[in-house]
């Protein structure tokens, strides 16, 4: 496992679809990411969480925390995500890419990264974001609102890897059958 997928974690606070966190579980699988934390003030329903496909490691190895605080207490940069909106914000935001540059960075230096995902209502609170160096946000289109919390955990956790060394080989490119061998059953 890489050191950037063993020094980065996924923190899902107030998060109350079991589906969600099954979505954002399966996003952590599917890109090699393990450490996952919940805040919540009540127990989370896993069993629930049938998103989770290829994932249930995780929801099982998953730990709870009742605080932000606590749940960031070991991560020496917290990047928390924010869709904007008409919030005033106390903190820097950089686009994903730029926050993706600077969380690899820091991994690089063996320290633990904590990336905050809020509420699937409300997001994060100012409250929770005190917890946060910097804000993150996903480039939307003018119309996007915000996005599901698995979907954003997938895209960002997509932008950390996506120039890793350990991706899924593509297969070898074959010449491309032309019309005629398709059509006989030659291709």
Do not use: W
Request: net charge neutral; charged share 20%.
């Amino acid at each position: 496992m890489d050191f950037l997928q063993t020094g980065i974690t996924v923190v899902l606070v107030r998060a109350r679809n079991p589906l969600n966190i099954g979505a954002a579980a399966r996003a952590m699988s599917n890109f090699g990411f393990t450490d996952l934390r919940i805040v919540s003030d009540y127990d989370v329903p896993f069993e629930n969480a049938r998103s989770a496909v290829n994932a249930v490691h995780l929801l099982q190895g998953a730990r709870q925390f009742r605080t932000v605080a606590e749940a960031v207490a070991d991560c020496s940069l917290v990047y928390g995500t924010t869709a904007l909106g008409d919030r005033r914000l106390e903190h820097s935001v950089d686009v994903l890419r730029e926050a993706g540059d600077r969380i690899r960075a820091h991994a690089c230096t063996n320290a633990r990264a904590a990336i905050l995902f809020g509420s699937e209502k409300t997001g994060l609170s100012n409250g929770e974001m005190s917890y946060c160096h910097r804000l993150l946000t996903i480039p939307m289109h003018e119309n996007g609102v915000s996005m599901n919390l698995g979907q954003a955990v997938g895209v960002c956790l997509y932008e950390l890897v996506r120039e890793s060394e350990a991706q899924r080989a593509l297969p070898e490119t074959k010449r491309p059958a032309t019309q005629e061998q398709m059509a006989r059953g030659g291709g």
